[in-house]
């Protein structure tokens, strides 16, 4: 059965990624319950947490795919170099605005990351649901809504630069960045995402690349983590 495509812009595209938005936020909610309590319900918030994300890409992916439905294309090796590349590119920002964050707000780490080492270290299985889902979940879920829906529902394939940008500033706003730099550093690293995507035309491009960049980010987080 043939998919009947939405109209690109309007309510239809901002609509589904104000909910997406929302639930991206309401996902989260279980991690608050996993400190403590008995197995069986430290068992039913993980249960939860876990399909809280997979109902949240399904709706994503449905949505999306109302937009933009294509066939399923492999990564080729240009795609890779040009991930390569953008990762490079990140780390090379954050490293400089690291710097002025540092000098200017006196933060070695944004507030977002704080936020989440200090989740992470409320207890060891908040550690490892959160750890699982910052790497293989919330890149789907957040590719889909901020460069699935938002590029392909909202604007015109024709258009570059604009929708790139407004992927990145979008894609701050969640990231809880208490000063400029950092919504900066969020706002460049979502751009480049957008960038990759609209380059490849591949979704899993920037999914693989986001989950990389998270993956590093946990490492580093845990090196340093202490569990309470």
């Not at 240009?78 to 690291?98: Q, T």
């Not at 490492?219 to 340093?224: F, I, T």
Request: aromatic residues 14%; positive net charge; glycine residues 8%.
């Amino acid at each position: 059965m043939k998919t009947k495509l939405w109209k690109i812009g309007g309510f239809s595209g901002w609509g589904w990624v104000m909910i997406l938005l929302v639930l991206l936020n309401f996902v989260q909610l279980p991690t608050m319950f996993l400190k403590q309590g008995s197995t069986w319900q430290l068992v039913g918030w993980c249960v939860l947490y876990i399909v809280g994300f997979v109902l949240t890409a399904f709706i994503g992916f449905w949505a999306w795919r109302h937009f933009r439905p294509r066939p399923w294309q492999r990564l080729t090796g240009k795609d890779w170099w040009l991930m390569v590349r953008a990762y490079g590119f990140i780390l090379l920002v954050e490293a400089v605005l690291g710097i002025v964050n540092s000098l200017l707000y006196h933060e070695t780490s944004t507030a977002n990351n704080q936020a989440i080492s200090q989740i992470m270290g409320r207890s060891s299985l908040t550690m490892i649901m959160l750890s699982i889902t910052v790497v293989l979940a919330s890149p789907v879920v957040e590719e889909l809504t901020f460069r699935g829906v938002l590029l392909d529902g909202c604007f015109s394939q024709k258009s570059f630069w604009l929708p790139v940008m407004i992927s990145g500033a979008v894609f701050s706003i969640p990231h809880m960045s208490d000063n400029p730099v950092s919504w900066v550093i969020y706002a460049v690293m979502g751009g480049t995402f957008a960038y990759v995507y609209r380059k490849t035309d591949k979704l899993q491009s920037t999914i693989i690349l986001h989950a990389f960049n998270n993956l590093i980010a946990v490492g580093l987080m845990l090196l340093s983590l202490k569990i309470k």
